[in-house]
């Protein structure tokens, strides 16, 4: 299986700050990478899919990028619904997770 | 809305079975592949199964393999879970999952229910 790191595995920042998740796969996925937020209760919530690609509804301070097997979450201008734990998911193969990042407020 | 509800879980010993089951409404069930994705307590996303729109392909995960079933009635817009030979290990949120069929995407999941509990304990 194609294993996803993530990191960190948590953060801390405030209303306002814009902030980056990295999640590293252990082999070529070309953009086969997927981003969910997961708020305390509730189901995931699909953000991004394809590496890039703002899935409808979700705001536009979400933002995805990929550099090889690098790919990279950013939330520009954090509000407080965004306070939540995130994951990648690659599916390139049967489908794998990142372990996740809390992200907390500061 | 759109919305997927799983029913089926609870509590039962090592060894026995449980079928969960997904009843999706406000989409054309028929047009899309469904997901099983589960969550242990406190813990991360782990994807279980996926079934075709139209039946014809299943896979697992290796954890569940020759263990679990997944099936579907698009007749009645439901989304089966067979879990037979279940362990300790299983105990998890079972969520059912909607995949977008964008290509570019892959097996993603674009729509989620609450989840059902299953614990497996003595």
């Known amino acids: 299986d194609i294993q996803m790191t993530q990191s960190p595995s948590s953060l801390s920042a405030s209303v306002g700050d814009r902030v980056t998740i990295t999640c590293r796969a252990s082999q070529s996925i070309s953009r086969y990478l997927n981003w969910y937020q997961q708020t305390p209760g509730k189901a995931p919530k699909l953000l991004i899919y394809a590496a890039s690609s703002l899935q409808s509804g979700v705001p536009s301070r979400f933002s995805g990028s990929r550099s090889g097997t690098d790919f990279t979450l950013t939330i520009s201008g954090l509000q407080p619904e965004d306070f939540a734990t995130y994951y990648c998911?690659?599916?390139?193969?049967?489908?794998?997770f990142g372990q996740g990042t809390k992200l907390e407020i500061k | 809305q759109v919305q997927l509800v799983e029913s089926g879980g609870g509590v039962v010993q090592p060894g026995r079975s449980l079928r969960l089951s997904c009843a999706a409404s406000?989409?054309?069930?028929?047009?899309?592949?469904m997901h099983w994705v589960r969550q242990a307590p406190g813990k991360g996303l782990e994807w279980v199964a996926v079934i075709w729109y139209d039946g014809t392909k299943k896979y697992y995960a290796d954890s569940v393999k020759g263990r679990f079933t997944i099936s579907r009635d698009n007749s009645k817009k439901t989304l089966y879970l067979q879990m037979n030979s279940l362990r300790a290990e299983d105990t998890a949120l079972y969520y059912c999952a909607r995949d977008p069929g964008l290509a570019a995407a892959g097996d993603a999941f674009d729509i989620w229910g609450r989840g059902t509990m299953v614990t497996v304990s003595s």
């Open positions: 406000r989409f054309t069930f028929s047009s899309y592949g």
């Open positions: 998911q690659q599916s390139y193969s049967t489908p794998t």
